[in-house]
């Protein structure tokens, strides 16, 4: 999510209600932690006025779905770690169904739950089926987030190659 969007966020939709807006999830007060699904609704209304700039044509678009308390999310459920699919459960009084845009995106959304939960909840969110590696730090590098993987990565592959272009002495 871009800065500018974020922020457009946090001023429509949060700072109305004295709210602010961190990651995906909406922080109330430190005692209470509310997750919200905030859906944008693209209308293609004639209201074109020539003064409305693009910045207040967002703030019409976005508003609160579904509000929950992080206290009442009993399970995150990955449904399958080995197939790539960006669906996952929230395990509430109901189960909802949730369709994030990538598999990626699925886990930048549990390293955030599982961060809001340890830091205001005080409690480890039970997490089931997914691939823990990418959820929780193991190592110093990991817990950076996606680009020291991949910047890892990206560092494993010229060493490679710088390997594959030493010359090799041929004993004869």
């Not at 209201?47 to 399970?75: F, P």
């Not at 997914?130 to 817990?143: L, M, V």
Request: proline share 4%.
């Amino acid at each position: 999510m871009s800065s500018l969007l974020r922020e457009e966020m946090q001023r429509v939709l949060f700072r109305p209600e004295k709210h602010r807006l961190v990651e995906f999830i909406e922080i109330e007060e430190l005692s209470l932690v509310q997750l919200c699904i905030v859906q944008c609704h693209v209308s293609l209304s004639s209201k074109s006025k020539k003064s409305q700039t693009k910045r207040s044509s967002i703030q019409d678009c976005y508003r609160k779905a579904e509000v929950w308390s992080l206290q009442d999310l009993t399970l995150v459920d990955g449904r399958d770690p080995d197939v790539d699919d960006p669906c996952f459960l929230l395990h509430f009084d109901k189960v909802r169904s949730v369709t994030a845009v990538s598999s990626s995106a699925k886990y930048t959304m549990v390293r955030a739950l599982v961060a809001v939960s340890d830091r205001y909840c005080q409690r480890t969110l039970p997490l089931r089926n997914f691939d823990c590696a990418y959820i929780k730090p193991t190592t110093f590098y990991s817990n950076r987030g996606d680009c020291v993987v991949l910047s890892q990565i990206c560092l494993y592959a010229c060493n490679l190659v710088c390997l594959s272009m030493c010359p090799v002495p041929l004993d004869s």
